[in-house]
């Protein structure tokens, strides 16, 4: 059962253009989204979170979007760079329940900024 | 650099035999997650430890244990090994509301 979908397995996008990723999820427990990035042969590293209580988080290049009706974020890339070409993870964290204090992953989707 | 240090950084074993994952969190970090990567897969939570102590399971093997020592550091073991436990394993340390700090990873490669 994925909790936490992410269906588009890659993006392609031109330089200086807008990036937009986007995660769906189904538990209602969830309470707290955060988005990952990650480089071939380096772990994930933390890019940008949001709290269920608010709906928009911006920092720099980097806007998340939560819509709780939908159970959909979205993840802005604005303007995209050729460095910003990685694996995009979503990942919600849980409130309550089985999901508890555990981050569950999207499956990622491969970005490709191209010059 | 996220602070987090995972040794070996590649690991070839065979069928049946018997492997650690050592990982050493942040400083100051009291939490350890440990998350297991196969190919085409995201990224799935396997165990977490608070300051020595179990705190959260996900999707565990009974084959795969893991424990959390006195100076923090963590261990991963995975017993009688088969093809499907090749994959990428990541240890992280928290971080407080999710924000988990991962170290570069484990590849495990079982023949």
């Known amino acids: 059962d994925q909790q936490v979908k992410q269906n588009s397995p890659s993006l392609s996008v031109q330089e200086g253009r807008i990036s937009i990723l986007n995660c769906d999820y189904t538990?209602?427990?969830?309470?707290?989204f955060l988005w990952y990035k990650k480089y071939p042969a380096e772990g994930p590293t933390f890019l940008i979170s949001?709290?269920?209580?608010?709906d928009k988080n911006e920092d720099g290049r980097f806007t998340v979007f939560l819509n709780k009706s939908a159970k959909h974020l979205s993840l802005h890339i604005v303007p995209s760079q050729p460095g910003d070409s990685a694996v995009y993870f979503c990942a919600a964290l849980g409130a309550g329940g089985t999901s508890y204090g555990k981050l569950t992953f999207g499956q990622g989707t491969i970005l490709t900024v191209h010059p | 650099d996220s602070g987090v240090t995972q040794t070996p950084k590649h690991l070839i074993t065979a069928t049946g035999q018997r492997v650690t994952l050592r990982c050493s969190p942040r400083s100051g970090d009291l939490s350890v997650y440990w998350y297991q990567q196969s190919l085409d897969q995201g990224l799935q939570f396997l165990i977490q430890y608070y300051n020595g102590e179990e705190r959260a399971k996900g999707n565990i093997l009974e084959r795969f244990s893991a424990q959390q020592f006195p100076d923090l550091h963590s261990e991963l073991n995975l017993s009688s090994l088969e093809l499907g436990d090749s994959a990428l394993y990541f240890c992280?340390?928290?971080?407080?509301?999710?924000?988990?700090?991962f170290g570069p990873g484990t590849r495990l490669t079982v023949t």
């Open positions: 949001i709290s269920s209580i608010k």
């Open positions: 992280a340390s928290g971080g407080g509301a999710g924000e988990q700090y």
């Open positions: 538990n209602s427990m969830f309470d707290y």
